[in-house]
């Protein structure tokens, strides 16, 4: 395979972001404090979820389902997704989320198999755990999955890395993919500091754009 597309998650497959939305419906507003805190990079990500999360109270199995079953996505998603297998085009999902919470709405929208790098998460007996495995001390935006560790090895493995984003867990690898596709958050960081971007507004413009075609004939 030559072309690898590193897609984020929260906000990028999903409609709005799904972290946000649980903290929103579950946690004390004390947890937007801490996002401020980590959207500027004062903070990790793994002092952020540990603090947000510890914000939450009565937890149970079903508000998660139930939750779960909410979550939109970008319903182009998954056309991209078999557009992509059927070209022997590569797509992972690194997030700097949870993988739990991507395996658990990609299932309820019929999206299996895709290759996800995540932070770890569990609910059991009312509490939350969590464990970073892919966490890299160097990490300027002080991640929990560093993107941009993730971008480094596909450059060597891959000819061509597209990186599709929104918001500020991808701003550390912005500047180090061959293409970008940028909305939100993501596309404002990028005008900001002259780093190249492709706008986009779905999966669908992705599929359908020039330079992603032009690679993959
Ligand atoms: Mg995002
Ligand atoms: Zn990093």
Redesign the pocket.
């Known amino acids: 395979m030559d072309s690898i597309v590193v897609c984020?998650?929260?906000?990028?497959i999903t409609k709005v972001?799904c972290i946000n939305d649980f903290l929103g419906h579950f946690a004390d507003k004390k947890w937007l404090e801490i996002e401020d805190d980590w959207v500027a990079g004062r903070i990790s990500t793994v002092d952020a979820m540990h603090s947000q999360f510890d914000l939450i109270k009565g937890m149970t199995e079903e508000k998660m389902e139930k939750f779960f079953d909410s979550v939109e996505i970008d319903e182009s998603f998954k056309a991209f997704y078999d557009y992509a297998n059927k070209n022997k085009i590569k797509v992972v999902i690194v997030s700097d989320g949870f993988e739990y919470f991507v395996g658990q709405v990609l299932k309820r929208h019929g999206i299996e198999g895709v290759e996800v790098y995540s932070n770890k998460f569990s609910f059991e007996n009312g509490k939350f755990e969590m464990d970073f495995p892919y966490i890299n001390p160097s990490c300027k935006r002080k991640a929990g999955t560093c993107k941009c560790s993730f971008i480094k090895k596909f450059k060597q493995l891959y000819k061509t890395v597209y990186y599709v984003?929104?918001?500020a867990?991808?701003f550390c690898p912005a500047d180090k993919v061959d293409f970008l596709f940028a909305k939100n958050k993501l596309l404002d960081y990028c005008q900001k500091r002259d780093i190249p971007y492709i706008q986009y507004t779905d999966f669908n413009g992705v599929m359908n754009n020039d330079r992603f075609r032009y690679n993959n004939r």
């Open positions: 984020d998650f929260d906000g990028t972001d984003g929104d918001g867990s991808d």
